[in-house]
Every structure is written in structure tokens, then in C-alpha cells.
């Protein structure tokens, strides 16, 4: 069309090539970050097709290595499955022996005719701080560490913020598992903060929240990168962080964390290990939260062992050759051992747990390959790493820096790991809930009422549009009327479905079956509470009742009323819920005494779910805070606190 396109934006749709490559672990494969399957290998006609793609338009060092990986390997020749469709579809095969014959079309058309020499090119460490994860790679690639911080993933994301991963060539340390079967139980196991290599609080999984990027330094010898996520944001009154520094024949790493009040701190450590410095082992039932993504009905056989707050814990795991590890904590910890599934499709496996309790402290974990490291200790607070060559590395954080001195004989020198990132003012506050978002608040004097079209905009799909699922649409008002909180959804559709309560389960995605049902998702969140309160409503055919569940995890024991009409173009539901349920209580643990004198503030969202007759999923759903570009698929009845609205409620 004779337009130019911009350079930058040529330049990062270039990039897309060599991005699958950037988090790849040694053995070719693909982290199992948040709900992707496990272990998928980067051995795949299409992949290799990308690379091709990708070198057409430009010389990259990254997609030549990438290429002499896939071409030269000397695995087992598969069916690659390219025949079944000219299509692109996202269909995983086992690894396989690859050609450039396994090209698609798209190759034939698009590939150089010849291609430059393929020559090994060890993998860089990497920053891709949007999807927020950083890797960091020594020993020509084979070692790998990477600190998973950043965007919590959405629907499809985990509860796994500052979550560790380590790996060694082809044996995996410390890994993420990814998700099961959508249709087994376990799934909510893989969904667990437990599941993972992550911290969590007072047995619950970590609330979903975004970490940020504190400092990223790689100097080829020595790097690092440090996250944290803000207070309140993995639990309430909570502000956890992760440093990760890594040398050349070790890495160190430290979880901090620091509460308002008097909490539980646990940190899993998915490696099967022979633990030396505790005391003796007990059976002992390893309890935590009830709810099933809090992950700990998956776990038996456990044991518990008490470690002093002086003691240096050594690690020897069992199925890694030439690891170690040494563990520090500031204070007095519990050592847990247990059994729960393993990877997909791998059975289950024993893994380890720390445990502390208090309004803060830290763990710190020096872990060696190829018996790399003599002895660890700690002096005055700095980290003391004895190494098998005799020399010696002395580690102290220093403000904002992280300082390494290097002592070899008589000779001595040192490295100042900086990096900084620059932090955005007012970006969060101690004072105020994170869940509640930092945008203007919507008022909402008495006598006064706040009205809201949903329609297109507003419409998340699934396999029809908004169009051709009929242009459902409602209209949502809030009011406060007496001592209540009244809200009325008007629903506009020609068909609906309400689910009866005693039809049969389908057992669809491990959800409660009412999504499937044509009714409402209600959140709700004071300033008083940690969590949202949630409900899922479907109205009852035959009468004005309305059948409300609360959702598992929510705020409970709010009281909350609710009825519903039938309208010639739709229906209608009517929620109230009492105004003094969302002040501060003393049992909230804030002082009640003046709170009705003051404004009220709180956060809500609603969905609308579209459903008919005929199907067995919701066809679609109406979202407040918008679901335009987003699918049904995975949402179930939970929604982040992040997306609802502010109202204030003045005082009278």
C-alpha cells in the first residue's frame, strides 16, 4: 500500500521470532508457566519453522543456534503430525529428529533457499520484564535459575508471584509443574500457591497479585535480579520479596517478608532431598486452608522436624547429580516433608516445606552444582561461601545493591550488583487495600442513583459474538435506600435458562455448575475486609426466590437478600445487602467506634452470565468493568479485585 511501518514496531515483531527461545530450559523445553502443559518441547516442526521464518527476514545468532539444536539433535525420529492439517494450530507432539522437509507451506514459500552455517549458540540470560520473569544462565547454558515475579496471568494464571526455578542440564531442581486435566481434580492442586516454589501466608494461596521489578544486573559472572510484591498484595498486611544472585558455580537466594501482624510464612521447595540440621522426624497431619486451590487436601504422609534459628540446614537431593544446598533462616523454623502429585502424568513425589511464624524474617538458600561449593556460614550478617578451589565469596546486601567480595589467597576483589529499577510515586499505598483500585471514586449520595449499559463492550464470548449470540445486554443501578446497599440488574435476552438445583452436575472445567446458568456473580469489597465477598445467583423458576451461593475463599457471613421477576423482553434481580456488613468490626481488627460517622468506601463488580437451553457452557457473559477481546473460558466464579469499581458513600 506504499506505507512505511514504523522501525520499532518492525523491530519487535522481529523479536517474536527468537521469543520462545528466551525462557527456554536446557533440555529444549518450555516452562510450564501458569496453566500451559507440562514440559512441551521446542522440538517441533513448528518451531523450527519460526526460526526459519524469522532468519529469512534477518541474521539472528539466536534462531542459527536454535536451528543447529533442532537439526542436529540425535533424538528419535517421530511423526510430526504436520500432515494432519495446513492449518496453525497449537497441537503439541512428543520431541522428534527434525529436517527442514518438516517444514510447512508457510516454509517452502517464506525460507531461504540456503542456510547459513548452523553453529552451537549458547543461550543468553534474558529480561522480559512485561511477561515478568527473568533468567539467568551460566556453565554455556546448561545451568539455569529464573525468578518468576511479575503479571499474575488472568484466568489462566497461578498464585505462584516470586516463584524459583532451577534446573541443570536435563535434570529438573526446582520446577514449575504447570496444570493438569481440566476435568481432574488435581487441576486445583497445579492452581496452588503450595504446588509451586512460591511463598504464601497463613496456609492460603497467594491472592492475585502483580510483582514488581526491584533491580536486574547480569555481568556474565555474577548477576542478579531482585522483586517484590507491595504490600497487601500475596496476603493482607503483607509485603513479600526475592533476591536472586547467581555466580558462577552457585546461586543465592532470599525470601523476605515483612506483616502488620503476627502471621504464618511457608515457603515449598519441590526437590526430593536428604535434610541434615534438623531435629528428629515426626508424623504429623501438615494443615492449611480449607479451600481446594489452597492446595494442602492433595498432601498426606507428612512429617514435621523443628530447626533452630542458628542452624544451617544442608540439603543432598536424592535424584540430581552434584547438588547441594544450604539453608538460613532469621528465626526458628519447622521443616516439613510430605507427598503430593507430581508433574502431570508422573505420579507423586516428596517435597520439602519451611515454616515460620512472626511479623517478618527471611530465608536465604545457596544452591551448588558440581559440588561446587565446601561450606556455607554466616558472620555479622554477611553470607560466607567457602568454594571446593579455596577460594572464598563474601555476600551482604547493601541498601539497595547487592555487594560480593572475592577473596583468592592474599588477592581480593569485589563486584556491586546495582541495576535499580526506577519506582513510580503513589504507584501503592500501606494505608489503603491494594485490591481496591487507585482510580477516582464514583459518589454516591443517598437519593441518588448510579446506572451502567452493558452491552457490547461489555460482553466477554466464547465461541459466538455478541451479535450472534442475540445482543443480550442489561442495565445495572446502584442505590442506597435506608440502611442497605441496593443493586438491580435488568437483564435484556429473548431466551434464558435458569439451572435447577438438583440437575446434574456435568462436571465441566472443575466449576460449580451454577456458571452454566443463566443469573449473576456479585463482588463486593470494604475497606474493612481482606477479601471480597462473592456470590453466585440464579434465579428459581416457579417463584421470586433466588438461589445465592457464596463462593469458596470469599469474605463470608455477609448477609445479602435477593429476588427476581420475569420482564416480557428479560428478568430481573434484585439484591440488599445492609450497609453496617461493610463498616469495620473490632473483629476486623480496626476500631468501629465513629466508623458510622464516616464515609463509606467499597469496591464491586458484577457479571451476567448468558446461557440457553440448549448448551451445556455459558454461551458468553456482561461484564461491569468491561469484557470486551476476553473469553468465558477458565473465568469460573472468581474475578480479580483489581478490575472493581470504587464508591464512596458519603456520610448523611
Not at 451461593?549 to 437478600?561: C, D, K, L, N, Q
Amino acid at each position: 500500500a506504499g506505507l512505511e511501518l514504523p522501525a520499532e514496531l518492525v523491530r519487535r515483531f522481529d523479536e517474536g521470532f527468537a521469543a520462545p527461545l528466551a525462557t527456554a530450559l536446557p533440555d529444549f523445553t518450555f516452562p510450564s508457566r501458569r496453566d500451559s502443559a507440562f514440559a512441551v518441547s521446542l522440538r517441533q516442526w513448528r518451531f523450527a519453522e519460526s526460526c526459519e521464518l524469522g532468519l529469512a527476514r534477518r541474521d539472528d545468532e539466536r534462531l542459527i543456534g536454535a536451528l543447529h539444536e533442532l537439526y542436529s539433535w540425535d533424538g528419535p525420529r517421530r511423526d510430526t503430525g504436520r500432515w494432519r492439517s495446513t492449518a496453525e494450530a497449537e497441537r503439541n507432539e512428543p520431541a522428534s529428529a527434525l529436517t527442514r522437509d518438516d517444514l510447512n507451506w508457510r516454509g517452502l514459500l517464506l525460507a531461504r533457499l540456503r542456510l547459513p552455517a548452523l553453529t552451537s549458540v549458547p543461550p543468553r540470560s534474558a529480561l522480559l520484564e512485561s511477561q515478568g520473569i527473568a533468567v539467568l544462565r551460566r556453565d554455556e547454558g546448561r545451568m539455569y535459575v529464573a525468578l518468576d515475579y511479575g503479571h499474575s496471568g488472568g484466568g489462566h494464571g497461578h498464585p505462584d508471584r516470586l516463584n524459583l526455578l532451577l534446573a541443570h542440564g536435563h535434570e529438573r531442581w526446582l520446577d514449575d509443574m504447570g496444570t493438569g486435566a481440566y476435568v481432574d481434580p488435581t487441576l486445583h492442586w497445579y492452581r496452588s500457591t503450595l504446588a509451586h516454589n512460591a511463598p504464601l501466608f497463613d496456609g492460603r494461596s497467594q491472592r492475585r497479585a502483580h510483582g514488581e521489578l526491584r533491580a536486574y544486573d547480569e555481568r556474565g559472572a555474577a548477576g542478579w535480579v531482585d522483586a517484590e510484591v507491595p504490600m497487601h498484595g500475596l496476603a493482607p498486611g503483607v509485603r513479600a520479596s526475592r533476591s536472586v544472585v547467581v555466580m558462577p558455580e552457585y546461586a543465592v537466594e532470599r525470601v523476605t517478608w515483612e506483616s502488620e501482624n503476627e502471621i504464618r510464612f511457608e515457603l515449598p521447595l519441590h526437590v526430593r532431598a536428604e535434610v541434615d540440621g534438623v531435629g528428629p522426624w515426626r508424623a504429623a497431619a501438615l494443615t492449611g486452608g480449607s479451600d481446594e486451590e489452597d492446595g494442602f487436601a492433595f498432601v498426606h504422609d507428612a512429617q514435621v522436624a523443628e530447626g533452630t534459628s542458628d542452624a544451617i540446614v544442608h540439603l543432598s537431593p536424592s535424584e540430581l547429580t552434584g547438588a547441594a544446598a544450604w539453608v538460613l533462616a532469621s528465626g526458628s523454623t519447622e521443616w516439613w516433608r510430605a507427598t503430593a502429585p507430581g508433574a502431570p502424568g508422573q505420579g507423586e513425589r516428596d517435597f520439602l516445606m519451611i515454616r515460620m511464624h512472626g511479623r517478618g524474617g527471611s530465608v536465604t538458600t545457596v544452591w551448588a552444582w558440581d559440588d561446587a561449593i565446601e561450606r556455607v556460614r554466616e558472620r555479622d550478617g554477611v553470607l560466607i561461601v567457602d568454594l571446593a578451589d579455596g577460594t572464598r565469596h563474601e555476600h551482604a546486601r547493601c541498601d539497595d545493591a547487592w555487594h560480593i567480595d572475592l577473596f583468592a589467597g592474599s588477592a581480593r576483589s569485589s563486584i556491586d550488583l546495582a541495576g535499580i529499577q526506577p519506582r513510580v510515586a503513589g504507584a501503592s499505598s500501606a494505608n489503603a487495600p491494594a485490591a481496591v483500585r487507585t482510580v477516582m471514586p464514583l459518589v454516591l449520595p443517598r437519593g441518588q442513583t448510579l446506572a451502567f449499559q452493558l452491552g457490547r463492550d461489555a460482553y466477554r464470548v466464547s465461541e459466538e459474538s455478541w451479535e450472534e449470540a442475540g445482543r443480550p445486554s442489561a442495565e445495572i443501578t446502584v442505590r442506597v435506600e435506608g440502611e442497605a446497599l441496593h443493586i438491580d440488574v435488568d437483564v435484556h435476552k429473548q431466551r434464558f435458562y435458569f439451572r435447577p438445583a438438583d440437575a446434574p452436575d456435568p462436571a465441566l472445567d472443575n466449576e460449580h455448575p451454577d456458571i452454566h446458568s443463566d443469573g449473576v456473580q456479585l463482588y463486593l469489597l470494604a475497606s474493612a475486609w481482606s477479601t471480597p465477598a462473592a456470590w453466585l445467583a440464579v434465579p428459581i423458576e416457579g417463584s421470586r426466590d433466588v438461589r445465592v451461593r457464596e463462593v469458596a475463599g470469599s469474605h463470608t457471613g455477609v448477609p445479602i437478600e435477593a429476588e427476581w421477576s420475569r420482564g416480557d423482553a428479560g428478568y430481573a434481580v434484585h439484591f440488599a445487602i445492609p450497609l453496617d456488613s461493610m463498616r469495620a468490626t473490632r473483629n476486623g481488627g480496626r476500631d468501629a467506634e465513629g466508623e458510622s460517622e464516616q464515609n463509606l468506601s467499597i469496591a464491586f463488580d458484577l457479571i451476567v452470565n448468558d446461557m440457553t437451553p440448549e448448551r451445556q457452557r455459558r454461551r458468553g457473559q456482561l461484564v461491569l468493568s468491561g469484557g470486551s477481546g476476553e473469553y468465558v473460558y477458565l473465568r469460573g466464579d472468581r474475578q480479580s479485585p483489581a478490575r472493581f469499581l470504587h464508591v464512596v458513600v458519603p456520610r448523611d
